[in-house]
């Protein structure tokens, strides 16, 4: 029988259901704001878990000026050309996405690394489409989402037993989607297809809720930063667990919560029980700071925006702690007015050591630059729901903000054949400018490119099929850029 705290999100999933998202991109640029979906699939589940309902499949065409990378291309088996000639542009299929996720905020989303990954590319997507780049994250609708990336770390951390992982010839831990699955009898399917990728995370989901069903419903608990900030806060500690990338190792932890870090916006600031208080209640706010976020170190963040699985505090038998231990432990700290204080201010001895945040040259790099005011969000849904050329255009001219006036140029050069002939020809050097710069530029150049391409070639892939189409289409997009 379920304990009560955890049928409260048995009955949350079974009254809003659960759909799954994958997006395949162009690429993983180190300016990730750069890379856009070349498909996505959402999908919803069942109760037949082997036949879920396809919401969206679709693959896209990408504009010029977005070159996707040949790795990129050679790992998902897309074949450019083929993109080339598909019937949905990237902002159809951006539109797609929007429409179906704005109608049905009440669905619980699903992803693999998608707090690190795909929901971070749909944000900057959504954002050069004229959509809200917050829609997956407004306060008010309660919108979850669960990272199973982030589950499996904590099943890992908390219970190793309860499903099979896959360890490569050194004996370290993979927590590699495809490897999982196999490890645990799911097929993978056609690793790195949205599809079939969608299918897998959801049988996944499916998996960790009957084998570690106390850790599964406290990501569905925790699934919006306002519910995480809530346990983080609320109660006395919890436990947290993650898998270091490096070492593959599982650090448990089971925190009390000292402060948000005063400095960096949604980074709330920790003490991990498993330590012993005493040994640093006496420290100075000096002593404290380079400590924070290290290894074998007490003091840690937890991002309260990133999907974090805030687990349940009784969880902390796992981690070598009684509830007693744990609860004189946190009181301890709580009690200590000084020590938390001391924490508040190595936060701020921290941030004095930090680079000054650069100022963003570029549109699509200047997302969190500022909100986008009432009037021009108002604006922008209008430009979208009105399909019609010259009301774009007159929508466009009220727009205050330089950022979105850009998108909309753009957006109106390639949905509107039949745009104004000056627009075209600004749009066709903006192109030139993106693909031929020599600079040191946030984007992927045809430089860059064809470099990409080189790169799959010498690591002697056998995707005869996909590269031949990657050097066509940089030849074509090459071509076309020089007439």
């Given amino acids: 029988m379920k304990e009560d705290w955890m049928q409260q999100y048995q009955d949350l999933l079974s009254e809003r259901g659960m759909i799954g998202l994958d ?142 992982f896959f360890r490569d010839p050194t004996g370290k831990v993979s927590l590699k989607q495809s490897l999982l699955a196999e490890a645990n009898g799911i097929d993978p399917g056609d690793a790195h297809s949205a599809i079939d990728d969608v299918k897998v995370l959801l049988k996944l989901a499916s998996l960790f809720k009957e084998k570690a069903p106390e850790i599964f419903f406290s990501a569905i608990g925790s699934g919006t930063k306002k519910r995480a900030v809530k346990k983080m806060t609320s109660q006395l500690f919890f436990n947290y667990g993650e898998v270091k990338y490096k070492d593959r190792l599982a650090v448990g932890r089971t925190p009390t919560f000292i402060c948000e870090d005063p400095s960096y916006s949604n980074n709330m600031v920790h003490f991990d029980l498993v330590y012993d208080p005493e040994d640093y209640l006496y420290m100075t706010a000096e002593e404290i700071a380079p400590l924070i976020n290290k290894k074998n170190s007490p003091f840690f963040n937890i991002k309260a925006n990133a999907s974090p699985v805030i687990l349940h505090p009784s969880l902390c038998e796992e981690n070598q702690l009684t509830t007693a231990e744990a609860t004189q432990r946190a009181t301890k700290v709580q009690e200590s007015n000084g020590f938390k204080n001391n924490i508040v201010l190595a936060c701020d001895i921290n941030s004095k050591k930090r680079s000054p945040w650069e100022t963003a040259v570029y549109s699509e790099s200047q997302i969190y630059s500022q909100f986008i005011d009432k009037r021009d969000r108002l604006l922008s849904d209008v430009f979208l729901t009105d399909h019609d050329l010259q009301n774009r255009m007159e929508i466009m001219q009220q727009m205050n903000d330089p950022r979105l006036i850009d998108f909309s140029k753009r957006i109106i050069a390639m949905e509107h054949e039949n745009c104004d002939r000056k627009i075209r020809m600004h749009f066709q050097e903006f192109e030139a400018q993106r693909l031929l710069s020599e600079d040191d530029v946030p984007w992927r150049t045809l430089k860059d490119a064809w470099a990409s391409l080189e790169k799959v070639e010498n690591t002697g892939k056998e995707n005869i099929e996909v590269i031949q189409a990657t050097r066509k289409y940089y030849k074509l997009i090459e071509k076309g850029v020089s007439n």
């Fill in 23 to 164: 997006l395949e991109t162009t690429g993983l640029n180190r300016n990730i704001e750069y890379e856009r979906p070349t498909s996505a699939a959402i999908l919803e589940s069942n109760k037949d878990i082997n036949q879920p309902d396809v919401i969206i499949n679709n693959m896209c065409r990408l504009p010029s000026y977005i070159l996707p990378d040949a790795g990129a291309l050679e790992i998902t088996n897309i074949n450019p050309m083929k993109l080339m000639n598909e019937d949905l542009s990237l902002f159809e299929l951006t539109k797609m996405l929007a429409s179906y996720l704005i109608e049905n905020p009440q669905k619980i989303i699903a992803t693999y690394n998608g707090a690190s990954y795909d929901l971070i590319i749909l944000r900057h997507t959504f954002f050069s489409s004229l959509y809200n780049p917050y829609l997956l994250s407004n306060g008010l609708e309660d919108r979850i989402h669960i990272d199973l990336y982030k589950v499996v770390q904590a099943i890992y951390c908390f219970a190793p037993r309860s499903i099979d």
